[in-house]
């Protein structure tokens, strides 16, 4: 069965640094295009970044652009997320996500697997 485990979140200072990971087990991830969503309290879940599956495309919500890097090792089954320059409104769950697709995919409709989450806190 296949699984995604996300981890490395925690309570950082607005300004800090966290790097999220999320680690697949199963070889359908490798071939799968991967996301990563936040959900805040009270909010619906909003995308944050996608990778192809092989690395080559990447993109992010506006309002991550030029903060946070998302990346790939497929030898390891893992992905990742660096988050710099964290707000108090990155606060939220991050999920991390597999698509049944090679390319970048912005909805959750597009992906069918997903982690259990990751708290992300950023105090003031």
């Known amino acids: 069965q296949v699984q995604l485990v996300e981890s490395g979140g925690g309570l950082v200072q607005a300004g800090g640094s966290l790097r999220l990971s999320c680690i697949g087990s199963?070889?359908?991830?490798?071939?799968?295009?991967m996301g990563w969503f936040r959900q805040a309290p009270g909010k619906e879940r909003a995308f944050v970044a996608t990778?192809?599956?092989?690395?080559?495309?990447?993109d992010y919500a506006d309002s991550v652009k030029g903060r946070f890097t998302i990346s790939r090792d497929n030898a390891k089954n893992s992905m990742y997320l660096q988050m710099n320059t964290l707000k108090p409104e990155d606060t939220a769950v991050y999920y991390c996500?597999?698509?049944?697709?090679?390319?970048?995919?912005?909805?959750?409709?597009?992906?069918?697997?997903w982690g259990q989450g990751t708290q992300v806190t950023v105090s003031s």
């Open positions: 996500a597999a698509a049944a697709d090679y390319d970048i995919k912005y909805h959750t409709s597009e992906y069918h697997l």
């Open positions: 199963g070889h359908a991830i490798i071939t799968s295009a």
């Open positions: 990778i192809a599956w092989d690395g080559s495309s990447t």
